[in-house]
């Protein structure tokens, strides 16, 4: 048998089922099979085989094509395909062929058995009959267009209520009616250390402290609950709390993905999440910032960094790797992340296919990808202000010095011109070689750009060498350019691929044959290296000492603050090159030293002029300076001039070394992953089958036609499309937001699938609510602090979350809200209440992620070594949503109480309850710690007695005081525990301390253990993790 | 709200289980309000019996399978030296691969006209049924008869990370549950002292990461457990330094109690599942390392496997599947990340095989002993194969391996209603191509599902405005591979 590709076999399969068809028709004795005959009623003969074979894919569910055979408008008038049935002419219409199997490659039903002969003989006689379809069997189809959620809210009247006097705010009213309409109470409002508890776990994430219940409790003043709501909001936890909600849709993680998994740093974009709830930034802004903050006219450093959003996708740097592949995966996540987080739009269904459900086509998908696809991904540096002003003094003084040396010599302005005469002459004419073959020995993938310079992506190995090969015309060629680019793609811009832009060439050769095949080829002997920057110790001349090792070769390692820019070194062929008919070149560029020091962006030219031949030592920018005549050159323009000239006046080399030196004292910065426009687009076409490497139609930047319109004549770029998503006119947006915030206060969105507002999501349970809260939202400016507020100060909100078995039973989900919510705490907070609990917490705010004791083996589950992962001293303490998210190997305590990978967006946890769990808050030692931790603090300041450090104990973990019997049962346990630890004092050492080599001093240990098995016991209680 | 979450997704999984739009009609709002009802019969909400959403659950059709061993060989393993003999390699070995086979397919390393390499090792056929097996495989020949081999496997990812991935959660992009977590959501669990899904590893870690045994959209409560190589074989599992566990049960005793008691006041049943959480927590804090303790095997069982008591390695890990299973467990996943051989694929085989190959047996054998081969089903496979062309790179130090290679590979099953003593699909003479009976991944999990009594277009989980399924929108169950 002949090579066959799988698809074909896989064609093979398809067809061989198609021909069997085929034969059963022929089998028949004609193409099709005879029409029945005999008059056909629609209803009795014809309904139930469409019911039975069509209706799964056409039917009220999914419209595949959409076409649907339950509606006899549709059905007749046809799908995208155009008519189906053709009247009086069976064997013309398309469903007839298609059911018969004559249409290559389909056949429908696709799946299943297939139409009998008798089927379709009645099928094709109700055509030939006229294909008549009585209204009465026609089921009823809406308009998806028409779906509530695609037409903008309108802000509908507050309805009237029986019992007025329990409403607070609007809110209430709107709830309310719906309670009495079901003839339902609702609940009484809880009491005031429950209530406080609720309204600090929702806007920090953060149980009260007792002073805070205490103060609460004995406030008798009319505003007392406001003055909670506004204390809180005005926390700059609450901005912990929000953004880590908002982190979750953004799949923010602090790892790459898939198998490599490495590092990013992307936490400033965190911490402007968490400032930007702090300083209420309005969620318009919030929208633009973070889909466009670098194309805002000014963007200031903050709405660069916003842009971080996008980029929180995976990248996979797998050896092996086709980088456009995951190039175009990543935008891909970027839609699904658009549809969810903004749009309430499942989008990426329209990957592959129309939207089997919504009214949004598959180029409609595409349009909306092509808003994404034109970026670079740069890493921003992010200095804070006392970097920023550090960096501004250093560039004063550095003015200062120049300012000085210009002034000190009076023969300056003749000794410049000469030196630019000499520039000038200088500058060499360059042919860019057109790469014709290049690779990587391991890993790495080029992408040639269109100054045919190669960008290396992918995997970044920690050594490689490139062979780059290119056919040249010339001849008589002196020597060889290389140029080392920088580019936003690489790491701090490169122009190398170590983490701070450098890379180390441990040696350049070339080898010329003729064009012609089978050629033998010729290494070129290569002299008289030169640079426009070498690193000391990394001269360019060691590029062609001929020693391959990891020790010797060009490295352009500057100052701190001179780094990342486009180098260039030149070498001389010691013998011209070229053929007659034409020479194909080989270099080979060969980086040994280690840590990723390999090239990132480079490219080769030639050149045929006259040796000695040097490397330029202006950059394109200052040549652009040299070309204008002195006159017209701006301050700014001479000094970048002077910065070059001052290097060869050798009466400067004083001043110089000082410069140096005031240059070295540059403060490094962290740095986070933003996007960057890129001048010229991409094109984008429709992926055939969302199959990138099968491009269908290019396509034009657009929105889906079910949505407004872009304004006339904007610029088809982000930033329209970021403003275009916050149009009052768009119907999704603002009620995806206020749902999601009505969420994380009741567990429960007011339309519960609060990603997907499409016909196949939930309907809202109180439309008319969800409405008022979206125009009242945008309405305010989009203030989000004020939907907060008024949430937080409704009477529903604030209602008890006691539950009856009547309510339970007749209202399970609360969507009625007769009652308060109920809800186990998200898993950061867990741990975050048993370390307040245990009076360890540290409250800072932001920065750098944080590795909290891990347990050995978990970081290993992923391939490759494990991170390192250092442990300091503070970092077991800080809020659990600083934890270092690393994508492949989750952090374990966080895990299993259902905290997401950051792989893809999570609008909505799904929470679930676990002997796991169980297991963790029991012996995790950061709960046991907490727990230890909690039991000396209430010994030593939980009161005079037990029994007053009981209550202390409880109030610290649940924010209320224990009743009788659980008082009685708590008592009893630490008497039990008291018995068992008196004489026990090396076991009392072990179960009391963290540390039993540095046990807490002063104090009866024996007492403090037999309190360390009580306060374990409630760090464990279902209330202490519920917010009730 | 009441945090109904459990109750919640119990519904949405009854109600998929037959069609969602049955149960619409049918029974309101479904059978997890039902329950909820009944448990809430009479003001005695403390006895309320919790909504478990790992009870055991009837499949849709009689099963064969009633629990999975998957022995998955992370890397690719090379079914060209393993199980797929092609003598049309030998014939071109050292000459480079015809164009018109390669065509447009892309490679993750090797350029497409890389030389031919043909396999170092001998081929023999083996057992009642003949299968051919290289000679790396001696123990598997010795139970060739009670294992299905597919030759003609094939899948659409070439790169590890998304490979895994698919092969365990039928697509490439991660966050869709897995296999292991489809099954624990469709039948629940046999043991109420162990997780219903237990991940065991040996070598590297895996490309997938946890991604391989997570939950996807399905509850937290169907992902797999990753039991650890030393130490707790479950975190968390030991008590902290001091706590007796008498001293366990007093605090637990305390904490049900006051659990209890607030169960009496706020009437929320959420929790009852806690309690019983804690419950079930703490009976695997007894029965893990009971499980875990191989000493009590006999010597001949040891042996047979080539387990070492207090080691860890393949070997224990399959003793260690056997004692899972035994106890109920319902999907045992063994990772065994060592297959990429890039560079001497013969010496690399040969190391894996020492390492696999005897325990493998052993297992097939133990089961069979005990009349559990019947109704487990045994898989082994690693995300794709290896090329018929070698991987030769001077730089990179790499000579004779072989790279990832998508298209035809191979796998074989046992047990659990599986054909025994089959060798299913051919591929062309070098190796490269499937002839016959091609095996998509989504085919292969349409096939483990039926095994387990469901219809995979059935198994489904409405979420995020669609049903999602282990097969996606494909799959179709190849009949060929039942017994």
């Known amino acids: 048998m002949p090579f066959l590709t799988p698809r074909a076999v896989r064609i093979g399969k398809f067809f061989s089922r198609a021909a069997f068809a085929v034969l059963c028709a022929t089998a028949a004795g004609a193409d099709l099979p005879p029409p029945a005959t005999g008059a056909i009623d629609f209803a009795r003969d014809v309904q139930p085989i469409l019911a039975r074979n069509c209706y799964d894919c056409h039917g009220a569910h999914k419209h595949e094509s959409q076409l649907r055979w339950d509606n006899k408008q549709i059905a007749l008038q046809g799908g995208e395909h155009g008519p189906d049935v053709i009247p009086g002419k069976s064997s013309e219409s398309r469903v007839i062929q298609l059911v018969a199997g004559q249409v290559p490659d389909l056949v429908m039903p696709p799946k299943g058995d297939r139409l009998t002969a008798q089927q379709i003989g009645i099928l094709r006689a109700w055509i030939d009959q006229g294909a008549a379809w009585p209204e009465s069997a026609s089921v009823k189809a809406v308009d998806p267009r028409h779906h509530w959620a695609f037409t903008a809210p309108v802000r509908p009247p507050v309805p009237s209520v029986k019992t007025k006097k329990w409403t607070r705010n609007p809110i209430d009213y709107f709830v309310l009616a719906r309670l009495e309409a079901q003839k339902l109470q609702p609940s009484p409002e809880a009491d005031r250390p429950t209530l406080l508890r609720r309204l600090s776990l929702d806007l920090t994430g953060l149980p009260p402290t007792l002073e805070e219940i205490n103060a609460f409790v004995s406030d008798r003043s009319p505003d007392a609950y406001a003055k909670e709501v506004e204390r809180l909001l005005a926390s700059p936890h609450y901005g912990e709390c929000w953004a880590r909600h908002w982190l979750d849709v953004a799949r923010y993680a602090d790892s790459n993905g898939y198998e490599k998994d490495l590092s990013r740093s992307i936490w400033p974009y965190r911490d402007w999440v968490i400032d930007a709830y702090n300083r209420n930034l309005p969620f318009d802004q919030f929208t633009v910032d973070q889909l466009a903050g670098d194309l805002v006219p000014n963007p200031t450093l903050e709405e660069k960094v916003a842009t971080g959003f996008l980029r929180n996708s995976m990248l996979n740097e797998e050896g092996g790797i086709d980088p456009e592949q995951f190039r175009n995966e990543g935008i891909i996540e970027r839609m699904d992340v658009l549809g969810k987080a903004f749009l309430g739009l499942t989008l990426n269904c329209c990957q592959c296919h129309n939207h089997k459900y919504d009214p949004i086509s598959q180029k409609e998908y595409y349009q909306l990808f092509a808003f994404l696809n034109n970026d670079d991904e740069p890493e921003l540096e992010v200095p804070d202000t006392s970097a920023q002003a550090k960096r501004a003094s250093i560039e004063q003084k550095i003015a200062g010095l120049e300012d000085q040396l210009m002034s000190q010599y009076d023969d300056l302005p003749q000794k410049m011109e000469a030196w630019e005469k000499d520039m000038k002459a200088m500058e060499g004419t360059w042919i860019v070689l057109d790469p014709d073959t290049y690779y990587a020995s391991v890993g790495t993938k080029f992408a040639k750009l269109d100054d045919n310079s190669l960008l290396a992506t992918a995997s970044s190995p920690p050594v490689s060498g490139y062979t780059v090969t290119a056919k040249t015309s010339l001849k008589g060629i002196t020597g060889f350019r290389l140029e080392a680019l920088a580019d936003p793609n690489l790491p701090a811009y490169g122009p190398g691929r170590s983490a701070n832009g450098n890379f180390v060439l441990s040696e350049f050769s070339v080898e010329a044959a003729p064009d012609v095949p089978n050629a033998a080829t010729n290494p070129v002997p290569l002299q008289n290296a030169t640079a426009d920057f070498s690193q000391p110790g990394f001269p360019v001349a060691a590029a062609i000492d001929g020693i391959i090792t990891n020790k010797t070769g060009w490295g352009v390692e500057d100052l701190p603050g001179r780094r990342n820019r486009s180098r260039q070194a030149v070498f001389e062929a010691k013998d011209a090159v070229g053929f007659e008919g034409g020479t194909v070149l080989k270099f080979m560029l060969n980086q040994s030293y280690g840590g990723e020091h390999t090239l990132g962006r480079f490219r080769i030219s030639a050149t045929t002029a006259p040796r000695p031949l040097r490397a330029d030592p202006l950059t394109r920018h200052a040549r652009e300076i040299l070309a204008l005549p002195r006159a017209q050159r701006t301050l700014a323009q001479q000094r970048e001039l002077f910065d070059s000239y001052r290097l060869t006046d050798a009466r400067m080399e004083e001043a110089n070394k000082k410069i140096d030196e005031e240059q070295s004292q540059w403060p490094g910065v962290p740095k986070t992953l933003v996007l960057a426009a890129r001048d010229q687009p991409r094109p984008t076409h429709i992926f055939i089958r969302g199959d990138w490497q099968k491009a269908g139609a290019l396509v034009k930047p657009g929105v889906p036609s079910i949505l407004p319109p872009l304004p006339k004549d904007a610029p088809l770029n982000r930033l329209t499309l970021a403003r275009w998503m916050v149009d009052k006119r768009n119907p999704t947006v603002a009620r995806v937001a206020v749902n999601r915030i009505w969420q994380e206060y009741f567990g429960r969105g007011l339309a519960a699938t609060v990603e997907d507002f499409g016909t196949q999501g939930d309907p809202p349970t109180n439309p008319a609510l969800l409405d008022w809260l979206a125009c009242e939202f945008m309405d305010s400016g989009w203030d989000v602090k004020h939907i907060q507020r008024l949430i937080a100060e409704s009477a529903a909100y604030r209602q008890s979350s006691v539950v009856t078995p009547p309510i339970l039973e007749r209202d399970p989900y609360n969507q009625l809200l007769a009652r308060g919510p109920r809800v186990r705490v998200d898993a950061e907070i867990i741990r975050d209440i048993a370390l307040s609990a245990g009076g360890l917490l540290d409250g800072k705010v932001g920065g750098p992620p944080v590795y909290p004791p891990i347990p050995d083996g978990v970081l290993s589950l992923g391939y490759g070594a494990p991170m390192p992962w250092e442990t300091k001293s503070r970092d077991r303490y800080r809020r659990a949503m600083y934890t270092f998210v690393k994508r492949s190997v989750p952090y374990p305590s966080l895990q299993v109480f259902d905290a997401p990978t950051g792989e893809t967006p999570c609008p909505r946890r799904i929470p679930s309850d676990t002997p796991l769990q169980a297991l963790t808050t029991l012996n995790d030692p950061v709960f046991v710690e907490a727990a230890q931790a909690m039991a000396l603090r209430v010994w030593e300041h939980g009161g005079k007695d037990d029994r007053a450090r009981l209550d202390y104990a409880f109030e610290l973990c649940t924010g209320r005081k224990p009743q009788p019997k659980e008082v009685a049962t708590l008592s009893s346990l630490l008497h039990e525990e008291d018995d068992f630890f008196e004489n026990r004092t090396a076991r009392a050492v072990q179960v009391a301390s963290p540390d039993a080599k540095n046990p807490p001093q002063d104090v009866k240990l024996e007492k403090v253990a037999a309190w360390t098995m009580v306060t374990r016991v409630l760090l464990n209680l279902d209330e202490t993790i519920t917010k009730e | ?483």
Request: charged residues 20%.
């Open chain 2, 1 to 483: 709200m009441n945090l109904l979450n459990q109750a919640e997704h119990f519904l949405n999984e009854r109600r998929n289980f037959v069609t969602r739009r049955y149960f619409f009609r049918q029974c309101g709002v479904g059978l997890g309000a039902l329950a909820l009802a009944s448990l809430l019969k009479g003001n005695d909400a403390s006895a309320a019996t919790p909504v478990d959403p790992l009870a055991p659950h009837a499949p849709q059709f009689p099963a064969r399978a009633k629990r999975i061993i998957y022995l998955f060989q992370a890397g690719g393993p090379s079914q060209l030296d393993l199980f797929n003999h092609c003598p049309g390699l030998a014939k071109y070995d050292g000459q480079p691969v015809p164009k018109e086979i390669v065509k447009d397919q892309r490679y993750a390393f090797i350029k497409p006209d890389a030389a031919l390499f043909a396999s170092r090792f001998k081929f023999a056929r083996h057992g009642q049924c003949g299968a051919e097996l290289s000679e790396a495989l001696p123990h598997l020949a010795g139970v060739v008869d009670d294992i299905a081999i597919i030759n003609s496997m094939n899948t659409p990812a070439f790169n590890h990370a998304p490979a895994q991935i698919f092969m365990n959660t039928g697509s490439t992009v991660f966050g869709r549950p897995s296999m292991g977590a489809w099954v624990s959501y469709g039948l629940g669990s046999e043991s109420r002292n162990l997780p219903s899904f237990v991940v065991l590893s040996s070598a590297g870690g895996t490309s997938g990461g946890s991604g391989n045994w997570g939950a996807g959209f399905l509850p937290t409560v169907y992902q797999g457990v990753p039991f650890r190589r030393s130490g707790d074989p479950i975190l968390y599992l030991t008590n902290p330094p001091g706590v007796t566990p008498a001293m366990q049960r007093r605090s637990l005793d305390a904490l049900q109690q006051l659990n209890q008691e607030r169960l009496g006041v706020v009437g929320d049943p959420e929790i009852a599942t806690r309690i019983n959480a804690f419950e079930m927590a703490f009976r695997m804090q007894s029965s893990a390392p009971e499980l875990m303790d191989i000493k009590t095997e006999s010597k001949e069982t040891l042996d047979m496997y080539g387990a070492v008591p207090g080691e860890s390695s393949f070997a224990n890990n399959c003793l260690l599947a056997r004692r899972l299973v035994e106890r109920g467990v319902r999907f045992v996943q063994l990772f065994h990340e060592a297959w990429d051989h890039h560079s001497n694929v013969t010496g690399g085989v040969k190391n894996e095989c020492a390492r696999t190959d005897k325990p493998c047996a052993a297992l097939i054998k133990d089961l069979k002993q005990r009349g559990l081969l019947e109704d487990t089903l045994v898989i082994w496979g690693g995300e794709f194969g290896r090329t018929p062309m070698v991987e030769t790179n001077k730089e990179a130090g790499r000579s004779e391996g072989r790279d990832h290679h998508p298209q035809a590979f191979s796998m074989w099953l046992a047990g659990g209603g599986i054909k025994p003593g089959l060798t299913l699909g051919k591929t062309d003479e070098l190796g490269f191509n499937i002839v016959e009976d091609p095996v998509p991944v989504h085919d292969l999990h349409a096939t483990i599902l039926r095994l387990l009594g469901f219809d995979h277009t059935k198994l489904i989980y409405h979420f995020q405005g669609r049903d999602f399924r282990l097969t996606d929108v494909e799959g179709d169950v190849v009949p060929g591979l039942l017994a």
